[in-house]
């Protein structure tokens, strides 16, 4: 996994490569963001069609474990016997682990990702001042940079699209309670 702070230089070296940017298909966006699911046995909160999910693991935690080794196995005899026995020594060595299971939430869905739409979103986050650049509907570095800087004040720090922010930016409808009161 690329850590989000690297992606930046990851992908300004591809463009001083004279490559051009790639557009993000849902497998790649796993890879550039910290917000995918991490084991096979995660399953999100509800299983709703048409709603699609996505996963900001815990805050990791590194913790110096140890191990013990056999160093030197014991020698056998020919009679089974042991003629010197095994040399065991600590190993200590640094182990990542995931405190806590993260956060779901609910998230814009990859068949929606059309290029019109990230147009749009390009646009609705360029007027907010966080996306600079044209409107090409390629879900590049800079439009998912900008996603995370309009939602990382919102208590959501991911590079992925909620459903939410994608409301909040008036990309997708927002749903209305009718009024049925006479009056």
Request: aromatic share 4%; with cysteine.
């Amino acid at each position: 996994m690329i850590p989000n702070r690297s992606l930046g230089a990851v992908l300004s070296l591809a463009i001083v490569a004279g490559c051009a940017p790639v557009p993000i298909v849902p497998d790649v966006t796993k890879l550039i963001s910290p917000t995918h699911i991490t084991a096979t046995d995660m399953k999100p909160p509800a299983d709703m069609p048409g709603v699609c999910w996505a996963h900001i693991p815990g805050p990791q935690i590194t913790e110096i474990v140890s191990d013990i080794v056999v160093a030197t196995p014991a020698e056998i005899g020919p009679n089974g016997e042991e003629l010197s026995p095994a040399i065991y020594r600590e190993v200590t060595r640094p182990q990542t682990f995931n405190e806590g299971d993260g956060r779901w939430f609910t998230r814009t869905c990859d068949a929606d990702m059309t290029p019109d739409f990230v147009m749009t979103l390009q646009r609705a986050l360029s007027v907010r001042g966080l996306y600079r650049g044209d409107a090409t509907g390629v879900m590049d570095h800079r439009t998912l940079r900008a996603v995370q800087a309009y939602q990382t004040p919102q208590g959501l720090d991911s590079a992925i699209l909620s459903q939410s922010a994608a409301r909040q930016l008036g990309l997708i409808a927002v749903e209305l309670e009718m009024d049925t009161s006479d009056g």
